[in-house]
């Protein structure tokens, strides 16, 4: 079990801090809004309302063993940046902060920041990626050569083989399971004879030249 | 290729555009901010300073063969339903919309937005998860059931082979790929010979509760 720190109840912080929670975990919630602290008091370990950006209430309540702070309050620059200030002089390991723009993440970096989360930025890649192939139900890279995705079986291949099919010598990828859509139930690594069936995805891993040029 | 509207330059709209551009497709960008739209107009097909709560003008730009409509108005419910409700007289099939919370989405999808996307809440998800799971790199749900995740190989690995270490028997995951972390080369479905090395990690599927329960 692990002790964090979350400070600034914007959404995701909010939701960092229940999921937290959700996860086994201790969390402190603070912010200096009053109703945001109360709307997730029964959700945290602890709550307290108040401004992180004084040092001298920020040390009562967090000491450098926690195992990370969360930032989340906003575009303030100034307010994370003196609440950066404050953890790093009070001796905490590891300070995440949820940023915007790449500015605000390099300011925040340089002052001594040890994760950057950009979750809009994010966000819109993976919807990006989900409009750009539309048989993709899930898009996931792995480096910048490999990815991980999971398509709609297309419909030609349903009753053939894998086999018969040849994916990894046709198409270079190769199949590591197949879901039915319905059950969700997961078929690991499939064999040569494996048979496509209706209402099914498959989950393949390959480089992503090779992915892009799928074309059933 | 294909044409997008994004209506509203928060910063997940904007990065929804860039990369939708970067991915060969065409996309209009509508804002009623000037500084917005001026700022990113290079990077977009077409881009409009306008109040899309406009039916008149929304429909001069915006027509029913669109491929999707993005939204990221801000917090005003006001403004995205009435956009909404715009685009849906228009005759646009996908209007997808980002929202903070549950309410927003409930309602905006009662009013017939077609995709609803929490991305604070998945971030903040994704950030929960990897602080739950030191060596875990990525971590991707496949199902309620099943996962895949990226973990760096643990030190009493290297020098073994996966058939020494009887993964699959085990701990009743199956290792599909692994990647050396310095030169992010991958092995996909390493056989039975494969021995592990330093500075890598593992791609594993298997059961989110087999994998929980990892302890290497
Ligand atoms: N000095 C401070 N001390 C404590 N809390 C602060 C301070 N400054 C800002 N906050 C809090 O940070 C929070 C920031 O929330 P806000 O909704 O502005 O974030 P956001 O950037 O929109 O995040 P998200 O996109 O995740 O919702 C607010 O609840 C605010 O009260
Ligand atoms: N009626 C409208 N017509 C056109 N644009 C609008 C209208 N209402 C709001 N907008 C635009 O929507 C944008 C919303 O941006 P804002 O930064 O508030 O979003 P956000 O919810 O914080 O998103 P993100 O978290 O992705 O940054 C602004 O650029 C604003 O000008």
Request: charged share 25%; aromatic share 6%.
């Amino acid at each position: 079990m692990k002790y964090f720190v979350v400070i600034g109840l914007g959404t995701f912080g909010q939701n960092t801090a229940i999921e937290l929670e959700n996860l086994g975990h201790q969390v402190l919630v603070i912010d200096q809004d009053e109703k945001r602290v109360t709307a997730i008091k029964d959700l945290a370990t602890e709550s307290i309302i108040a401004d992180a950006t004084d040092k001298k209430v920020l040390s009562e309540f967090v000491n450098k063993n926690v195992d990370a702070v969360i930032l989340n309050m906003g575009d303030n620059l100034e307010a994370n940046a003196l609440t950066t200030l404050n953890l790093i002089s009070i001796g905490v390991k590891r300070i995440i902060i949820k940023a915007k723009n790449d500015a605000f993440g390099k300011i925040l970096t340089a002052i001594g920041a040890t994760d950057i989360i950009y979750s809009e930025r994010e966000g819109a890649k993976r919807l990006a990626q989900k409009l750009h192939t539309p048989n993709l139900i899930e898009h996931i890279p792995l480096s910048p050569e490999y990815e991980i995705v999971e398509l709609a079986v297309p419909d030609k291949f349903i009753g053939k083989t894998l086999d018969e099919l040849k994916i990894r010598n046709k198409y270079k990828v190769v199949v590591i399971a197949v879901k039915d859509i319905l059950s969700n139930e997961f078929h690991l690594i499939p064999g040569a004879d494996f048979e496509f069936c209706q209402n099914s995805a498959m989950i393949i891993i390959g480089k992503t030249f090779d992915i892009d040029r799928l074309s059933f």
